[in-house]
Nanobody, 127 residues
Framework: QVQLVESGGGLVQAGGSLRLSCAVS????????MGWFRQAPGQEREFVGG????????AYADSVKDRFTISRDNAKDMVFLQMNSLEPEDTAVYYC????????????????????WGQGTQVTVSS
């Protein structure tokens, strides 16, 4: 059984930084594209960013580009989301996800392309 557990969320002031971690168990992540999504109250879950299986390529939503960085450690089955210059609009529950796609090694940005999800970690940015 594949399990994903996020950690590192919390309350931070605008302009601050947080680093989220995602620990994966049950199946090595080396074979999977990994992604981060977020969901604010009353809004749909949205793509934040993703990283290819090799870690050689990443992709981000325009709203977080140049502020957020995704990385992975396949040896430890962990994925990370470094968030800098946080804004109140970044307040949401953040989810780590493992893609079900085993085709080309590219980032997928739709929730339907992911079949395993963590429970989420709350990030709150105060103004």
């Amino acid at each position: 059984q594949v399990q994903l557990v996020e950690s590192g969320g919390g309350l931070v002031q605008a302009g601050g930084s947080l680093r989220l971690s995602c620990a994966v168990s049950g199946r090595p992540i080396s074979a999977a594209v990994m992604g981060w999504f977020r969901q604010a109250p009353g809004q749909e879950r949205e793509f934040v960013g993703g990283i290819t299986r090799s870690g050689g390529n990443t992709a981000y939503a325009d709203s977080v580009k140049d502020r957020f960085t995704i990385s992975r450690d396949n040896a430890k089955d962990m994925v990370f989301l470094q968030m800098n210059s946080l804004e109140p609009e970044d307040t949401a529950v953040y989810y780590c996800a493992r893609s079900l796609r085993y085709g080309s090694d590219r980032v997928y940005n739709r929730p339907g392309d992911y079949n395993y999800w963590g429970q989420g970690t709350q990030v709150t940015v105060s103004s």
